[in-house]
Structures are given as structure tokens and as C-alpha cells.
């Protein structure tokens, strides 16, 4: 089976040509979007939008968007549209629409958009929490930047500025030019160590400590694969979180984990405390107010989010500052002044109630944030359709707001001459003039920066420290304008060096995209090469793989395995006298065992070594989560609970309700035979097991035969039968690429069967449990485990749920398949079909007419017949093996490596003459009593073997048998001319299903 036509290479070009032709209306399409709402916006440009970076080294769209503010501007606009990638952002200029937002209409825009994912707990801060989450950890937080707690933190801030002044001294007396950003980053580093981590950095002594450097890195030193990540947490965040990408430097993340862990282990440990923040977020640990209680993963993120926060872009206004100040000398006497007067008045100690009281200096501080904001755009995210109230502008939900915080501050409408630096534009009675919301450096409204004060306590520590010692001047090293480094999120500029606007290789984006592609499709030859010669690096033979297939024969299947192709594999193999060979499915090796006693080391002997199926499975669609493709401990402790559902005893008490089911079937092929109708049988034989498990499963009447198109029985259809593109496609992904497929949370069950299952589960155990309802059957042995006080026992409703979807999965298309072929040999055997009919007929004489548990036990021959039939028709043609730790056979050169599938060639097996003579003659003789002893062990292998066989064979054995003895006893089963022979076997396919349809004829017996 191809995609479109019978030539694979011609339905790829045809795939990646509608990929393409998709690909380019989508950016069309997304290029329209302001458009399409009647907004005014910026020409956009694939594939960056109107942004100037491909790369990015900040979590924001960096000064840019000042640059959308000023051509907005000078259109006369309030309002815009611009594109971030293939994102649509709008761009607000009137300070009374960001008021809306911000403030008055805050319940609109609640988030920031700020890439967060748990597979990272230190992005989960109270920065980048959305909805709820944000507004209880606000709450929480907000008790740890009160007046009281700030003070108690004020005085290690103050020690840490003696580091300082010492680092300060050592440059004055050498009359050194000073990289004032590195320093006032030193001090900063200092000041979070001690109040977020109570550790003492000592940057200044020590510039290459750990605190020190992992700050660098953080802000400054990012990688291809950094930059990488950060373009997918920008532009496709969704994608980004499933499959876990962080925005924060592995490194990083380590050393704060380690560092929080070791240090709140020392203080519990040995009682310790600290006036510190990191006690602050400890007494929440360990609160028994669950309104406060906070975890450790919140303890470590918010303590990074106080370094993150507090270092950098106080470091960033401190140096700013003493820029500014440097070449303003009326301004630095005036503020050296006044932090000199009132330190006289406080014992020439620098107090809190002293800071308060420097108003200029605050003025200082206030004019250097309106320069040089730390965080040059604000953003926010609708949260629910909002129109503004004065123009016609919907915004819809999840369309991002950018505030270009940097654009406001730089305006002359409301900052005459805004490039001149004067701190008197804060000064009392200009302060009350200002227009509201055109100064915004720490955000405004109930999402501002929560540790302003905290941030604006520790620059004014720093600059008072400095002024009230040193006179600053310029350094003729310093080269001017410094420039705006327009791909961080905060200011980034080198005193010493102007900034440039940063590409991936070169300055040109274009050229940057070629290399990039061509270096991606030389890496992928390479990848494609280096995966395919993996078997001769093993010196193992193998069966030569063609991109992108390997050997196998479908681009996109309708099962979860290789179908019948492994059987080809063991031909081929077994033609040049091999024991074992290697073939690759997609990309992947696996390796294909001939050998019955290889075979037996995998599935018993050493089973260890081999205990999982390698199914997909993905907990977000726990009903892939079944005994069949769980794995490890998973698999092993869901066993122990599950065989103990499929004793003898548990299945005779549910076999009456299967032979009940066999009234539906009889009288439906009463019907056909009196109209002597070509009977479909797969489809008859269906019907009868979709109402078998309908009623031993969920304790539901399906009546399949009354009603074909029954919700049971359509999706009987669908799960096996009906596959569409998208489903294909999942599956392709899941089988070739199921690790990328798990974190996406690709299902490999359509959507409709999964979601009708947990409906039809939840209603029936609901109803039971309300009304005291209980039944024999599989759900209610299920739903006592799930009520189990015994936790060895004890499943939840997800297990309940997938156990019963495994239930009627396994036991519905298996048991219909036996039946139908066993039907299809009998039909062409008369001397089989009698023998059979006349042990059916006698035993049941035995047993008063009845079909019974005993008389079915009976019935060896019916039993030949079975087995032959799984033997020709095996409906699992290929079993598979993961190895789970590195294996080699005692008496072969071969070592199976951690991950690699095994597969079992059911199909060959059953075929192969050397154990099977005459394999395609139908003969149930070969399973007497005296064949059965003289037969190779592990070349008959319907149901697996050892530990991981099929856990309810029985049953399927039972309801297989009942079918036939129902059938056999009152019709005789004739070929039909309709069924086209040979049948073929289509190679697509999880469950073996016959290429053409099986047709027969019934005819009652008196």
C-alpha cells in the first residue's frame, strides 16, 4: 500500500508539493490576518515578520519594537499591526488604550505570553504564570515584598556594597578604566547570593564564581542550540512546550536546582535562618496553610527568578546612571550632595529610612529607567475578546499586545528634547504634569514588577555607596553613541564597545537561510547514510534498506506493526542459510531471528533481557495505556494484577453469556439461508464477537446483527478498518518516530473511538455503582479493582477504562478472523467440516443438547481445527521484542543492543516447510496428540509465548470455539462463487486481514 499511487517516490514528490503549495498559502494566509481586520500594520517579510532577528539572544522582540512605534507615529496612529515570525502582535501608541489594558480592563489581558513548561520547572515562575496559576502565586508572593520584609533584607545589600568600594579603591589607586557593567553585575551577583541564596559570592575576589558565570551565561553567552530554542519558544511556543524545549540553559538550570536543594538541606538540617528571601519561601514549604504551602519546584524557580530579576537589570540602571552622571557634573555634585547630607543626619550610615529620604537620587534613578529601561517591551495576551471602547478594535483572544515601553519613553509628545538626559523631569511638580502610562519601567497595573522596590533599594544602595566616595568621570575607551544591542530582551551594550545588530553566521538573513538549509540537508544524508549502515558496523547481515521505507513496504499503515512483510524478511533469509538477519523499518534496525531456539532465549529462557513489546503508548491518551504496549515494572506489576481476571474459574463464569450471544447468530444465518444468500462472513462472524465482548466486557446488549451500524460495531470498523490521512500520518510518527510522537502526544487511536470508550466505561460504571448493580462479567471484575483497599489490587478509572479497550480490541477482531478462516478451509474440506459437525454433534448429546464449559473441553478435533486454522492464518503475523539491556547469545557471535527491536516472524514460522511439510495444505491432523509431541518447539506461535504471551487466549480460544460448535451443528458451510481466491493477505495491516472478501453459504440442517 502507497499513499496515492503504486509508486512511492512519486507520492512523496506529490506529499512535499502539496506540502509546499500548503506551506506558502499558510504564510499567506497568516501574512493577511491584520488585513483580513481592517488594521493598519508593517509589510511583513517571510520569515521573520517585520522582526530583525532569526535568532534571538532574549526571551522578547527586543528594541524593535520601538522602531514599530516610531513608523506608527509618524502615520498618525494609535494603534497597529505587526508580525513576530508568522505571530500577529498589536502595537499600542495612546497611553489611554495601554491603560485599558493594564489597568482598567486587566481582566482581558491577565498574562504575558512568557514561554513556560513543566518538563522545566524553573520556567514556571511567577513571571510567566497564566490565568489562575499567575493569581494565586501573586497572592502567595505578595506577602514576600512587604515593607517589613524588604527592610529586614536591607542591611546585607549594604554589606554586600563593602565589596565593592574595596573592588572601587584597587581601580581609583591604579587609575584604571572600569568595565562598570561587570562590576555593578558583581555587586548585584553579591547582593541576590546573599538575600535569594544566603551564599556569599564574593564576585569581586572571585569573578569566575559559579554565581558569576552561570549570570553570564544566562544573559550572555548563548549557543546555536540556545538560540534554537529560544526561535521555538518565540515563534511556535505550543509545539515548543509538547516537546519540552527550555528556554533556559541546561546548565543553568542544574547549578540552581543544586544550589537551592544544598542550601535548604543545610538550614533544615542544622536549624538555621536567615533574613533572607530564600527563609521567606521556606517558611511557605513548610506551612501548613495550604493557601501558602508552596513545593520545592516553586521554592528553586522564584528564588531564580529573584537572580534573574534583581542582578541583571539592576546592574543594567546602576551603570546606566553612573554613565549618565559621568558626563554631567551639576547633576553627580548635586546627588553626591544630597547623599552626603543625610548621611550625616544617620551616623554616616547609608539606612533605609536614609535612601527614602534622597529624593534626587531617586530623580536619577527615575530619569535612567525612562533612558534606559531594563525591559524595553511590555507584553501582554488577550485572554477573551475585548473591544476598546473609543475606536473600532476587537482584539481577539490569544492575540499577544506589545507596549514598546522604550517608544514611550523616547517621545517628545510626552518627553521634550527625549534624548537629553534630566532627572528633573521627576522632580515633584513635573511628576504630577506627566501624562499616565508614558513611564513605564516596571509595568503598571496588578501585573507589575512585584519586586520594583526591592530592585529600586538595592540601585540606590549602590550609587549612594559609590557617590558618596568616588567622583566619576567618562573613559576615553568608551566609544560613543553606545547603541542598543535589538535582539535581548533587556538593554545589553558594552561601555567599552558599540553593539551590532546579530545574524546566525553573516549579516545577511537570506544568505544565513541558504547555509543553514544546505548544512541541514548534508546532516541529513549523513544521518540517512549512518542509519543505514548500522548492521554492517555490526558485521550482521542484512537486507539492503532504500530511503525513506528501509525495507519496509507501506509509506503510511493501517496498524501499529510491519504487517505480513516480515515474513518476506524470513524467506529471503532463510534462502541464504542464515539463523538471523538485519532490516530496517523506516530508519530504524531491527533485527529478524529464524532460529526456534533464538526464538526461545528472547521469549523464556532469557526473557529478562526482553521483556517489552515496544508498542507505542502515550499517557496523553491513557487508552494506549494497556497491558499490551506497557513496559518494564509498568507491564510487570499490571500483570500480576490482571491474570488473576482470566482463571478458569473466571472464565466459566462468563461463558454462558457468550453462548447467549450465538442466538443473534443463528438467527441471523437462519436468514440468510433461507434466502441463500452469499454470506460475508468476517463481517457476520464480527457482528457476533462485537456482541460477545459488548456483553462479557461492558455488560451491554449491542445487538450487532439488529442493528449493523451500533456505536459498538462502527467502532469495531473504524478502529481496524478505517484509516484516514491523519490517522495514517499518526500512525507513521508513532511506529518511526515515537519518541518525538510521545512528546508531541500523538494518539494512535483515532479520537472519536478513544473518546466514545471513556464515555461508554464511565456511564456503565456510574450506573452501577449508583444502583448497586453488579454482573459476571470483565468490567465488573475491573471496577472491584478499582475499589479495592488493597493497593497491589487497586486501579484507577484510566486503567479501568484502558483495560476494557484492550478487552474488546484483542477479543473482537482476533476471535472474528479465527472463526471466519476456520469457516473459509472448512467450507473447501467437506471430510473436515463432517468430522468436525459429528464430534460437535455428539458432545453435545452428552450435555442435553446445550453447548457447555465441559462439552467445549471436549471437542478435541474442533480444537485441530482452531489451531490449523491459527497456524495458516495467524491474525498476529509478527510478534516484537525490545531489548532492554545489552544481550548476546551463548552460540552465536551476536549481541542485540539496549533498544533495538526483535521481531518474530509468526507468519514465516507457520510457513516454513522445514518444520511445517506442505505448509499451505489446510490438515488439522497436525495438531493430534501425536503430531502435536513430535512438533519443533517455538515454530507455532499464535499467541506469543512465555511471560509476555497473550493474557487472554482463553477466552479468545473459548468464544472462537463456541462460534464454530454454534455453526457447525445446525449448517452445512459451502464456497461461494463471490469469494475471489486466493484470498491474499494485505500487507498493511496490525491484524491480518484478507485482501479479498470471504464469502460463504449456509445451509440449515434438519
Given at each position: 500500500m502507497s499513499l496515492l499511487t503504486d509508486n512511492i517516490v512519486l507520492d512523496l514528490s506529490v506529499l512535499l508539493s502539496s506540502l509546499m503549495v500548503l506551506g506558502v498559502w499558510y504564510v499567506r494566509h497568516s501574512y493577511g490576518y491584520w488585513k483580513r481586520k481592517n488594521v493598519p500594520f508593517l509589510k511583513p517579510k517571510f520569515p521573520l515578520g517585520n522582526n530583525t532577528s532569526l535568532f534571538p539572544k532574549g526571551i522578547a522582540v527586543g528594541i524593535v519594537s520601538r522602531s514599530f512605534y516610531e513608523q506608527f507615529k509618524k502615520m498618525g496612529l494609535k494603534y497597529g499591526g505587526v508580525f513576530l515570525g508568522l505571530r500577529p502582535h498589536l502595537i499600542l501608541l495612546d497611553p489611554a488604550h495601554i491603560k485599558d489594558v493594564m489597568t482598567k480592563d486587566f481582566s482581558n489581558f491577565t498574562d504575558r505570553g512568557v514561554y513556560q513548561t513543566t518538563s522545566d520547572p524553573l520556567s514556571v515562575t511567577i513571571f510567566s504564570q497564566s490565568g489562575n496559576d499567575w493569581k494565586n502565586a501573586r497572592t502567595k508572593f505578595g506577602a514576600v515584598f512587604t515593607t517589613v520584609k524588604i527592610k529586614s533584607m536591607f542591611y546585607a545589600v549594604v554589606e554586600c556594597a563593602a565589596g565593592l568600594e574595596e573592588a572601587l579603591d584597587t581601580y581609583a589607586l591604579r587609575n584604571s578604566d572600569v568595565d562598570i557593567m561587570e562590576t555593578m553585575a558583581s555587586l548585584t551577583t553579591d547582593v541576590i547570593g546573599s538575600c535569594a541564596f544566603g551564599i556569599s559570592c564574593n564576585s569581586f575576589k572571585h569573578p569566575d564564581a559559579e554565581f558569576r558565570r552561570m549570570g553570564r551565561k544566562l544573559f550572555e553567552e548563548f549557543n546555536l542550540s540556545d538560540q534554537i530554542n529560544l526561535f521555538m519558544t518565540i515563534n511556535m511556543p505550543k509545539l515548543a512546550n509538547k516537546l519540552g524545549i527550555p528556554n533556559i540553559q541546561k546548565e543553568v538550570s542544574k547549578f540552581f536546582f543544586q544550589s537551592v536543594r544544598e542550601t535548604v538541606d543545610f538550614r533544615e538540617k542544622n536549624n538555621v535562618r536567615r533574613n533572607d528571601f530564600l527563609q521567606l519561601l521556606m517558611d511557605m514549604k513548610n506551612s501548613t496553610d495550604a493557601s501558602v504551602k508552596i513545593n520545592m519546584n516553586e521554592v528553586t524557580a522564584q528564588a531564580f527568578l529573584f537572580f534573574v530579576a534583581g542582578f541583571e537589570t539592576s546592574a543594567t540602571t546602576a551603570s546606566m546612571a553612573l554613565f549618565e552622571i559621568s558626563n554631567d557634573k551639576e547633576v553627580q555634585d548635586r546627588a553626591r550632595e544630597e547623599i552626603l547630607r543625610v548621611l550625616e543626619k544617620h551616623n554616616n550610615d547609608i539606612t533605609y529610612e536614609g535612601i527614602a529620604e534622597m529624593k534626587y537620587l531617586g530623580q536619577v534613578v527615575d530619569e535612567t529607567l525612562r533612558l534606559w529601561p531594563p525591559v524595553t517591551t511590555l507584553t501582554r495576551v488577550c485572554t477573551k475578546d475585548y473591544t476598546f471602547d473609543d475606536i473600532d478594535l476587537t482584539v481577539e483572544k490569544d492575540v499577544t499586545v506589545l507596549i514598546p515601553t522604550l517608544g514611550l519613553h523616547h517621545d517628545p509628545e510626552y518627553w521634550p528634547d527625549p534624548t537629553r538626559w534630566d532627572p528633573d523631569r521627576f522632580s515633584e511638580e513635573n511628576r504630577d504634569a506627566r501624562t499616565p502610562f508614558t513611564y513605564l519601567p516596571f509595568g503598571e497595573g496588578p501585573r507589575n514588577c512585584i519586586g520594583l522596590r526591592f530592585g529600586l533599594m538595592q540601585t540606590k544602595i549602590a550609587l549612594a555607596s559609590i557617590l558618596r566616595r568616588y567622583r566619576v568621570s567618562p573613559s576615553p575607551k568608551t566609544v560613543t553613541p553606545l547603541g542598543m544591542d535589538p535582539d535581548t530582551h533587556r538593554e545589553h551594550r558594552n561601555i567599552w564597545s558599540p553593539s551590532a545588530a546579530m545574524s546566525l553566521l553573516t549579516d545577511n538573513i537570506v544568505l544565513d537561510l541558504g547555509v543553514l538549509l544546505s548544512s541541514l540537508m548534508v546532516l541529513g544524508v549523513w544521518y540517512v547514510r549512518h542509519s543505514y549502515g548500522y548492521w554492517k558496523r555490526k558485521n550482521v547481515p542484512f537486507l539492503k534498506p532504500k530511503f525513506p521505507l528501509g525495507n519496509n513496504t507501506s509509506f503510511l499503515p493501517k496498524g501499529i506493526a510491519v504487517g505480513i512483510v516480515s515474513r518476506s524478511f524470513y524467506e529471503q533469509f532463510k534462502k541464504m542459510g542464515l539463523k538471523y538477519g538485519g532490516v530496517f523499518l523506516g530508519l530504524r534496525p531491527h533485527l529478524i531471528l529464524l532460529d526456534p531456539a533464538h526464538i526461545k532465549d528472547i521469549m523464556t529462557k532469557d526473557f529478562s533481557n526482553f521483556t517489552d513489546r515496544g508498542v507505542y503508548q502515550t499517557t496523553s491518551d491513557p487508552l494506549s495505556v494497556t497491558l499490551f504496549s506497557q513496559s518494564g515494572t509498568d507491564w510487570k506489576n499490571a500483570r500480576t494484577k490482571f491474570t488473576a481476571i482470566f482463571t478458569t474459574a473466571k472464565m466459566k463464569s462468563m461463558f454462558y453469556a457468550v453462548v447467549e450471544c450465538t442466538a443473534g447468530l443463528e438467527k441471523?444465518?437462519?436468514?440468510?439461508?433461507?434466502?441463500?444468500?452469499?454470506?460475508?462472513?468476517?463481517?457476520?462472524?464480527?457482528?457476533?464477537?462485537?456482541?460477545?465482548?459488548?456483553?462479557?466486557?461492558?455488560?451491554?446488549?449491542?445487538?450487532?446483527?439488529?442493528?449493523?451500524?451500533?456505536?459498538?460495531?462502527?467502532?469495531?470498523?473504524?478502529?481496524?478498518?478505517?484509516?484516514?490521512?491523519?490517522?495514517?500520518?499518526?500512525?507513521?510518527?508513532?511506529?518511526?518516530?515515537?519518541?518525538?510522537?510521545?512528546?508531541?502526544?500523538?494518539?494512535?487511536?483515532?479520537?472519536?473511538?478513544?473518546?466514545?470508550?471513556?464515555?461508554?466505561?464511565?456511564?456503565?460504571?456510574?450506573?452501577?455503582?449508583?444502583?448497586?448493580?453488579?454482573?459476571?462479567?470483565?468490567?465488573?471484575?475491573?471496577?472491584?479493582?478499582?475499589?479495592?483497599?488493597?493497593?497491589?489490587?487497586?486501579?484507577?478509572?484510566?486503567?479501568?477504562?484502558?483495560?476494557?479497550?484492550?478487552?474488546?480490541?484483542?477479543?473482537?477482531?482476533?476471535?472474528?478472523?479465527?472463526?471466519?478462516?476456520?469457516?473459509?478451509?472448512?467450507?473447501?474440506?467437506?471430510?473436515?467440516?463432517?468430522?468436525?459437525?459429528?464430534?460437535?454433534?455428539?458432545?453435545?448429546?452428552?450435555?442435553?443438547?446445550?453447548?457447555?464449559?465441559?462439552?467445549?473441553?471436549?471437542?478435541?478435533?474442533?480444537?485441530?481445527?482452531?489451531?490449523?486454522?491459527?497456524?495458516?492464518?495467524?491474525?498476529?503475523?509478527?510478534?516484537?521484542?525490545?531489548?532492554?539491556?545489552?544481550?548476546?547469545?551463548?552460540?552465536?557471535?551476536?549481541?542485540?543492543?539496549?533498544?533495538?527491536?526483535?521481531?518474530?516472524?509468526?507468519?514465516?514460522?507457520?510457513?516454513?516447510?522445514?518444520?511445517?511439510?506442505?505448509?499451505?495444505?489446510?490438515?488439522?491432523?497436525?495438531?493430534?496428540?501425536?503430531?502435536?509431541?513430535?512438533?519443533?518447539?517455538?515454530?507455532?506461535?499464535?499467541?506469543?509465548?512465555?511471560?509476555?504471551?497473550?493474557?487472554?487466549?482463553?477466552?479468545?480460544?473459548?468464544?472462537?470455539?463456541?462460534?464454530?460448535?454454534?455453526?457447525?451443528?445446525?449448517?452445512?458451510?459451502?464456497?461461494?462463487?463471490?469469494?475471489?481466491?486466493?484470498?491474499?493477505?494485505?500487507?498493511?495491516?496490525?491484524?491480518?486481514?484478507?485482501?479479498?472478501?470471504?464469502?460463504?453459504?449456509?445451509e440449515r440442517i434438519n
Open positions: 441471523a444465518l437462519d436468514t440468510f439461508a433461507h434466502e441463500k444468500s452469499d454470506v460475508e462472513v468476517i463481517e457476520t462472524l464480527a457482528c457476533f464477537t462485537t456482541d460477545v465482548i459488548g456483553s462479557c466486557v461492558f455488560g451491554i446488549s449491542c445487538n450487532s446483527f439488529k442493528h449493523s451500524d451500533a456505536e459498538f460495531r462502527r467502532m469495531g470498523r473504524k478502529l481496524f478498518d478505517e484509516f484516514t490521512l491523519s490517522d495514517q500520518i499518526n500512525l507513521f510518527m508513532t511506529i518511526n518516530m515515537p519518541k518525538l510522537a510521545n512528546k508531541l502526544g500523538i494518539p494512535n487511536i483515532q479520537k472519536e473511538v478513544s473518546k466514545f470508550f471513556f464515555q461508554s466505561v464511565r456511564e456503565t460504571v456510574d450506573f452501577r455503582e449508583k444502583d448497586n448493580v453488579r454482573r459476571n462479567d470483565f468490567l465488573q471484575l475491573l471496577i472491584d479493582m478499582k475499589n479495592s483497599t488493597d493497593a497491589s489490587v487497586k486501579i484507577d478509572m484510566n486503567e479501568v477504562t484502558a483495560q476494557a479497550f484492550l478487552f474488546f480490541a484483542a477479543g473482537f477482531e482476533t476471535s472474528a478472523t479465527t472463526a471466519s478462516m476456520a469457516l473459509f478451509e472448512i467450507s473447501n474440506d467437506k471430510e473436515v467440516q463432517d468430522r468436525a459437525r459429528e464430534e460437535i454433534l455428539r458432545v453435545v448429546e452428552k450435555h442435553n443438547n446445550d453447548i457447555t464449559y465441559e462439552g467445549i473441553a471436549e471437542m478435541k478435533y474442533l480444537g485441530q481445527v482452531v489451531d490449523e486454522t491459527l497456524r495458516l492464518w495467524p491474525p498476529v503475523t509478527t510478534l516484537t521484542r525490545v531489548c532492554t539491556k545489552d544481550f548476546t547469545f551463548e552460540d552465536i557471535d551476536l549481541t542485540v543492543e539496549k533498544d533495538v527491536p526483535v521481531l518474530i516472524p509468526t507468519l514465516g514460522l507457520h510457513h516454513d516447510p522445514e518444520y511445517w511439510p506442505d505448509p499451505t495444505r489446510w490438515d488439522p491432523d497436525r495438531f493430534s496428540e501425536e503430531n502435536r509431541d513430535a512438533r519443533t518447539p517455538f515454530t507455532y506461535l499464535p499467541f506469543g509465548e512465555g511471560p509476555r504471551n497473550c493474557i487472554g487466549l482463553r477466552f479468545g480460544l473459548m468464544q472462537t470455539k463456541i462460534a464454530l460448535a454454534s455453526i457447525l451443528r445446525r449448517y452445512r458451510v459451502s464456497p461461494s462463487p463471490k469469494t475471489v481466491t486466493p484470498l491474499g493477505i494485505d500487507p498493511d495491516t496490525f491484524i491480518l486481514h484478507t485482501i479479498n472478501k470471504v464469502y460463504l453459504k449456509f
